[in-house]
């Protein structure tokens, strides 16, 4: 049911009111999880250390994302090569678009801001949290799987049904 009447707005910071989940060596600050937006959308920065890759290819089916770079620079792996993105620079990704993405340096760590539409998509990076943080190392197998309950799928899969 859509939010009806005066509301308040959210404000955020890393330090006060952010969920932090960790995804291997990737920190994650969770700043919106779609709760307050109807699900509208999610906002997050993560920090990739030195060296750092993100997830293996995928797209999404449903979901859109921007990518904005705070800190270091961010190369973006598709099909078509690669993108490098530097501080103060946005990169966006719509559904289907194959894409991953990793830490353009070896050596100084880098940042972005990403949002997510709709917002529960949040919880994917929640739920890879729930593996890795207890110790244990996602296999290939345990990583498409939580990204397919999310609608988000490797290269191979075709986009329409």
Known sequence: MPLRGPVPVIHSTRDKNSEKVQVGP???YIM???SHTDNRIGCMVL???AGTSGPPMHW???HDECFF??????????P???VEVGTGELLTVPPRAIHTFKNASKTEDAEFFMTATPGYYMDYFRTMSKVTTSGQKLTPEQTQHIMELFGTFPPDVESEP
């Open 69 to 78: 770079v705070t800190k270091g620079r961010v190369a973006f792996v598709t």
């Open 60 to 62: 999404h089916r449903f």
């Open 47 to 49: 920090e990739l250390p």
């Open 32 to 34: 919106e999880d779609g």
């Open 26 to 28: 990737t920190t994650i």
């Open 80 to 82: 078509d090569g690669e």
